[in-house]
Antibody, heavy 122, light 107 residues
Framework: QVQLQESGPGLVKPSQTLSLTCTVS??????????WSWIRQPAGKGLEWIGR???????KYNPSLKSRITISVDTSRNQFSLRLSSVTAADTAVYYC??????????????WGQGALVTVSS | DIQMTQSPSSLSASVGDRVTITCRAS??????LNWYQQRPGEAPNLLIY???SLQSGVPSRFSGSGSGTDFALTISSLQPGDFATYYC?????????FGGGTRVDLK
C-alpha cells in the first residue's frame, strides 16, 4: 500500500514561496499507476485541489492558482514537490499530498498523506 | 469550473439512523463522482468512486447512487465512527472540484 508523508516549513512569510515535499513509500513514483496530487484545506473549510503530476512529469494545475504553482517530481528520491509563490494569508491551510488512481477513466484520490499545516504570517 | 453543491451542510442524527446526503453538479458529469469521509484531525478517506462503487475495505452500510447532475450518499445505519464530514468530488473535468461538505454529528 502506498504511503505518503509531507515535509517542509510550517511558517512562510507573505510574498515568499511555499515549498513542500511528499515522500512516497510502498510504490514507485515513476510506475505509471498513479497521478501524484496536492490538495489543501484551510482551517474549518473545504477541500481545494491544487494540481497533479504524472511520473513522466506532465502536470495539470488548478486554473485559479496556475500562475503561482509548480509541481515537480524527483524519481531518484521517490518524491514530488509543490512550490507556491507570492503567498498571502489566504494560502494558510493544511496541505495534503495524495495519489490519484484512474480506472476506466474514473479518477479518485485513493491515498492521502497526513497533511502539513502551513501558516503564512510575518 | 464545475460547481458541486452538497445538502444539507450539516445534520444531526443518532446511531442506527439512515442518513442521506445529496450532491448536485452544475453540469452533467455522467458517473464521475466520488465520496470521501473526513474525521476531525484526519485526512479524507475514499468511500465511493464512480458514483456507486464501494472502495475496498469500506463497510457495506455506505452506498452511492445517481448519475448526470444529481447524486446521493446513503449510510444505512449510522455507527459511532461515522460522525464526520462528507465530501463529494467530481472527476469529470481534469480540474477536480469538491462539494462544500456535509457535517454529520450526534443528535
Amino acid at each position: 500500500q502506498v504511503q505518503l508523508q509531507e515535509s517542509g516549513p510550517g511558517l512562510v512569510k507573505p510574498s515568499q514561496t511555499l515549498s513542500l515535499t511528499c515522500t512516497v513509500s510502498g510504490g514507485s513514483i515513476s510506475s505509471g499507476s498513479y497521478y501524484w496530487s496536492w490538495i489543501r484545506q484551510p482551517a474549518g473549510k473545504g477541500l481545494e485541489w491544487i494540481g497533479r503530476i504524472y511520473g513522466t512529469g506532465s502536470t495539470k494545475y488548478n486554473p485559479s492558482l496556475k500562475s503561482r504553482i509548480t509541481i515537480s517530481v524527483d524519481t531518484s528520491r521517490n518524491q514530488f514537490s509543490l512550490r507556491l509563490s507570492s503567498v498571502t494569508a489566504a494560502d494558510t491551510a493544511v496541505y495534503y499530498c495524495a495519489t490519484t488512481v484512474c480506472i476506466n477513466g474514473i479518477c479518485s484520490i485513493d491515498y492521502w498523506g497526513q497533511g502539513a499545516l502551513v501558516t503564512v504570517s510575518s | 469550473d464545475i460547481q458541486m453543491t452538497q445538502s444539507p451542510s450539516s445534520l444531526s442524527a443518532s446511531v442506527g439512523d439512515r442518513v442521506t446526503i445529496t450532491c448536485r453538479a452544475s453540469q452533467s458529469i455522467d458517473n464521475y463522482l466520488n465520496w470521501y469521509q473526513q474525521r476531525p484531525g484526519e485526512a479524507p478517506n475514499l468511500l465511493i468512486y464512480g458514483a456507486s462503487s464501494l472502495q475496498s475495505g469500506v463497510p457495506s452500510r455506505f452506498s452511492g447512487s445517481g448519475s448526470g447532475t444529481d447524486f446521493a450518499l446513503t449510510i444505512s445505519s449510522l455507527q459511532p465512527g461515522d460522525f464526520a464530514t462528507y465530501y463529494c468530488q467530481q472527476s469529470y473535468s481534469t480540474y477536480p472540484t469538491f462539494g462544500g461538505g456535509t457535517r454529520v454529528d450526534l443528535k
